[in-house]
């Protein structure tokens, strides 16, 4: 007697056998995932998402469109498969131009938090901090207008951001976000700034 054999159903049943699809070869480089966000002068917003919104779209304020100078995301809050990420710490930078008030009020009561897969929190440090290497470094000029970026610029200075000598992998398709937090009151802003969050680290792709 066939085991499978129901009443109203064929007697005879073809049997398929389900593989995992096979992994892909990729290739390492040095590349590091990037994404800007304006932050308004006007209704300032006690929160920016960075990672959300990818080539083409604009801005979540500010409406200004993310061509390769603001973002190589190509998709919003998660990487094409077959690409993959591995994480080895993080940049934040004010854009040129930013005065000083500006800049002390946007570094001031804020917050980096660093989320993936979900609302799974990997990293959560006051901006000033993050692992970078070094606190917010810079110059002014005589009309008190600075160029600010966190961390100097050299790799040796990179906190190597590593769990067990292994760097956090983003998966293709896994969610991630990074979030700049003012909790207590929203910044004041004199005009509208830039502001540019990179992840630093091996960009996978496909041969």
């Known amino acids: 007697m066939n085991p499978i ?25 040095q590349q590091p995932l990037y994404d800007t966000e304006v932050i308004p002068s006007a209704s300032t917003p006690s929160e920016l998402i960075f990672f959300q919104r990818q080539l083409g779209q604009t801005t979540a304020y500010g409406t200004v469109t993310k061509y390769e100078s603001e973002t190589n995301l190509q998709q919003p809050g998660q990487l094409a498969n077959p690409l993959e990420f591995s994480v080895f710490g993080f940049l934040f930078e004010v854009f040129p131009g930013t005065t000083n008030t500006d800049f002390i009020n946007i570094y001031g009561s804020s917050a980096m938090i660093f989320t993936y897969t979900g609302n799974r929190v990997y990293l959560q440090i006051p901006l000033t901090r993050i692992p970078s ?21 050299h790799v040796s200075n990179l906190y190597r951001f590593t769990i067990g000598r292994a760097a956090l992998r983003i998966r293709p398709t896994e ?7 003012w909790p207590q009151a929203a910044p004041t802003i004199s005009v509208n700034t830039r502001l540019r969050m990179y992840l630093v680290g091996l960009t996978w792709t496909a041969l």
């Open 5 to 29: 054999q129901t009443t109203g159903f064929p007697q005879n049943y073809p049997y398929a056998v389900s593989a995992p699809l096979p992994s892909a070869v990729l290739r390492p480089l």
């Open 133 to 153: 290497g070094v606190a917010p470094e810079g110059f002014s000029t005589a009309n008190n207008v600075g160029q600010i970026h966190n961390g100097v610029g």
């Open 175 to 181: 969610s991630f976000q990074v979030k700049i937090r």
